[in-house]
């Protein structure tokens, strides 16, 4: 018999929150610490109808690894890189899913390969004699969430910009199903026929139709799976966040890696960072591996921030001149004088300068420029969890909408004209270059809460109107599930409907995710 552990939750344990900052309850976690155990425990808890919530690193913002209820199932002892292998595409690493990017780009880096196995024959060897490392270039903003739950909510993050979302990097999947059964796809191998997905699974034959709807592949989107003709049964698990089956294994593939030059460029105004924005984008030479954008409001909060404590944020102080900024990184190859020489030209034409510009190399310098970057979410993140002991039922409230290029300016002045005219306070920051930034609304009662929810369910239908997503990166979970049938009508909920009920009649796997409950 193979064991696995147990343990009952108490009162504020972490498993019961995310980073949404919203909490949820359950009886025991299930921590199992392989495929095997993983495969028992789902068996044993499928007989007898016990509801498994999937917990990982809970990164997520969405409240998708909050339980209502039941056990929660922790893949955190199921980490670690197992191997590299290589196709005609290139190489790929073999990883479990509590792997985080930073400890798998670690490995790679440092080329620790010493533990790993040739996932196909002298692949570890063929990448350690490589002149230059290769890495894995998807970077969902949080370098310590888990790669598996990247996978299951498509999560993606500035260098979409350049490298496209998770999807397009996931070779293959090893799944558990409800019941304890497990498959293992590779993409190609299992396709839908039209709208008819059949595949084989353990003992069964699965067999469904998928929903009438297209995933919008026009703009960043991680509005559910990518549902569409001849889809591949890959894709099925990609953005449908544990709800048909519980990724036990990825592979995914990866890039050479190579040196990069980061730049922070400082404008007076919000105008001035959006038009250098679109300008560089436009360009078609520069190339950059993002486009990050920083609104004066957010600028205001970082200082406000350090003002306070310094220790807070560890950047040196900002510019008198820093009103708005812009950031970006470059692949420093034999044409970065001339890229750099047209960003000058470019800013200037804005009201910005290099001379006026950070500019990072080395690590320590390139990693204190990430802290600037990141340091409005999470500050805002803080804020709210302080909120918490007098407003229990508060979350944050952030943005996560994108809309195609020629929509963006009409999308950024319907959220001001709205936030304005309600009266909340805000900062926008974020992942311009894909015409997706982040609206966080700065809270300050349960009043501004109920106000904030009625804005976002506007932005989230003015995005879709536009052609747009509304949510780009951070998934469904729970607390955004009413944008899915904003999105896919009650045809295309019911679509997905079907699917689960097909998979998981019993309804046991991350009740609440995407979909309502059922039992």
Not at 209 to 226: L, S, W
Not at 393 to 399: E, L, N, R, S
Request: glycine share 10%; net charge negative.
């Amino acid at each position: 018999m193979i064991l696995f552990d147990r343990q009952r939750i108490r009162t504020g344990s972490r498993y019961l929150t995310d980073e949404s900052k919203t909490t949820g309850s359950a009886e025991y976690v299930v921590t199992p610490n392989d495929g095997n155990e993983l495969r028992e425990a789902m068996r044993v808890n499928h007989s007898k109808g016990n509801r498994m919530t999937v917990s990982a690193m809970r990164t997520g913002v969405c409240g998708g690894c909050v339980p209502n209820g039941g056990y929660v199932l922790s893949l955190e002892r199921m980490t670690g890189v197992i191997g590299i292998g290589r196709d005609e595409r290139g190489y790929f690493a073999r990883v479990l899913p509590c792997t985080t990017v930073r400890e798998l780009n670690r490995v790679l880096t440092t080329r620790d390969f010493s533990r790993l196995v040739d996932v196909t024959p002298g692949a570890v060897e063929s990448l350690k004699g490589e002149a230059t490392p290769w890495f894995y270039p998807i970077d969902p903003t949080e370098l310590d969430g888990s790669i598996g739950g990247n996978i299951a909510c498509n999560s993606s993050g500035p260098r979409t910009f350049k490298y496209g979302p998770t999807r397009d990097w996931v070779r293959r999947l090893d799944i558990v199903l409800a019941d304890g059964q497990g498959m293992d796809i590779t993409r190609g191998e299992f396709k839908a026929e039209g709208r008819r997905m059949t595949f084989p699974a353990g003992r069964e034959l699965y067999s469904f139709e998928i929903p009438g709807y297209d995933f919008n592949r026009n703009v960043k989107n991680a509005t559910g799976p990518m549902i569409e003709e001849d889809m591949d049964l890959v894709d099925l698990f990609i953005g449908s966040e544990g709800i048909f089956g519980i990724i036990a294994e990825a592979d995914v593939y990866l890039a050479p890696w190579h040196p990069l030059l980061s730049l922070i460029l400082f404008f007076r105004t919000d105008e001035d960072a959006i038009g250098t924005i679109r300008d560089i984008r436009n360009d078609g030479s520069i190339d950059p591996e993002f486009l990050e954008y920083m609104d004066c409001r957010s600028i205001e909060l970082v200082r406000r921030t350090m003002d306070g404590d310094p220790a807070l944020i560890r950047i040196p102080a900002l510019p008198e001149y820093a009103g708005s900024a812009v950031f970006l990184d470059l692949n420093e190859d034999e044409n970065i004088e001339g890229r750099i020489a047209k960003i000058g030209r470019i800013a200037e034409a804005h009201g910005g300068s290099l001379s006026r510009t950070w500019c990072g190399r080395d690590a320590q310098s390139r990693e204190r420029m990430r802290e600037l970057r990141h340091s409005v979410p999470r500050t805002i993140f803080e804020y709210v969890a302080s909120l918490k002991g007098s407003m229990p039922d508060i979350h944050k409230m952030g943005t996560d909408m994108s809309v195609p290029d020629d929509a963006a300016d009409e999308m950024m002045a319907f959220y001001k004209e709205r936030l304005d005219g309600s009266g909340l306070e805000y900062v926008i920051f974020g992942h311009m270059g894909d015409n997706h930034p982040h609206v966080e609304i700065i809270l300050k009662s349960m009043e501004d809460f109920e106000k904030a929810k009625r804005v976002y369910a506007e932005f989230a239908e003015k995005a879709i109107e536009l052609g747009g997503s509304p949510s780009a990166e951070h998934g469904i979970g729970k607390i955004k599930r009413e944008y899915m049938r904003m999105m896919y009508g009650d045809e295309g909920i019911a679509g997905l409907r079907r699917i689960k009920d097909t998979m998981d009649p019993k309804g046991m796997l991350c009740p609440g995710n995407i979909l309502e409950e059922t039992r």
